[in-house]
């Protein structure tokens, strides 16, 4: 079955700091790849995806790649703020071939310090 | 402004009783997924549904039952039968099962037993 698995946390870094949250996954078929973000309380919200091998996601500053190779997907930003602070989940998607389910990591809280 | 509510954000279960979660979503989606989040944990689906009046049971459904009567709206009730019901429910929806969607979520419910 499809699974990902994250870099565990917490992760505390301090103010402009360099991101990195390890994100791999074993998929049976050609999965698009998603990270998700969750501020305390709320609901997750979309970060940034990428559909086909090497893709590369971005938004606010963050990145990511799709490496087939590596079956990876690691999300990176190159200087930290406070208002980063939340739990970052790398999730995939193969719906055509496991109608209706996306698999999720166990998340990573990062903590970023003034 | 489109999205995905969700109701009540607190809910409290005492023992042998029934409750249902509300989702609502006015993105015009026609998928609709619930999720349980545990603490420290990734999303599990319980729930989901690709059009109105048909759903499919999740990884964990025991315990659960949903309705899809509507377009915009896929209650979740959480049944006596569900002996371990505590847990953060959240409701998504994206545009179809295509694995290139974007899924959309609601703000969550945060289920307590009494």
């Known amino acids: 079955g499809n699974s990902v698995t994250q870099m565990e946390g917490p992760v505390t870094l301090s103010e402009e700091a360099f991101l990195t949250i390890n994100c791999t996954y074993t998929a049976t078929g050609y999965p698009s790849l998603f990270w998700y973000v969750q501020y305390p309380g709320e609901g997750l919200q979309l970060l940034l995806k990428?559909?086909?091998?090497?893709d590369k996601g971005s938004n606010k500053g963050f990145e990511a790649t799709y490496r087939k190779e590596t079956t990876s997907f690691h999300l990176e930003k190159g200087s930290v703020q406070v208002s980063d602070s939340a739990v970052y989940f790398c999730a995939l998607s193969e719906r055509e071939t496991n109608a209706g389910k996306s698999t999720f990591g166990d998340g990573t809280t990062l903590t970023v310090k003034p | 402004d489109g999205g995905i509510t969700q109701s009540p954000k607190y809910l409290f279960r005492k023992e042998g009783q029934n409750v249902t979660l509300s989702c609502e979503q006015n993105?015009?989606?026609?998928?609709m997924y619930w999720y349980r989040q545990d603490p420290g944990q990734g999303l599990r689906l319980i729930y989901y549904s690709q059009i109105v009046n048909d759903f499919q049971k999740g990884d964990i459904a025991e315990g659960y039952s949903v309705s899809r009567e509507k377009k915009e709206s896929f209650p979740l009730t959480v049944t006596s039968a569900q002996k371990n019901p505590t847990a953060f429910y959240l409701c998504?929806?994206?545009?179809?099962?295509?694995?290139?969607?974007?899924?959309?979520f609601g703000p969550g419910t945060r289920l307590l037993v009494l």
């Open positions: 993105l015009n989606h026609d998928a």
């Open positions: 998504a929806s994206s545009l179809t099962t295509s694995k290139i969607e974007t899924q959309y």
């Open positions: 990428a559909t086909k091998a090497d």
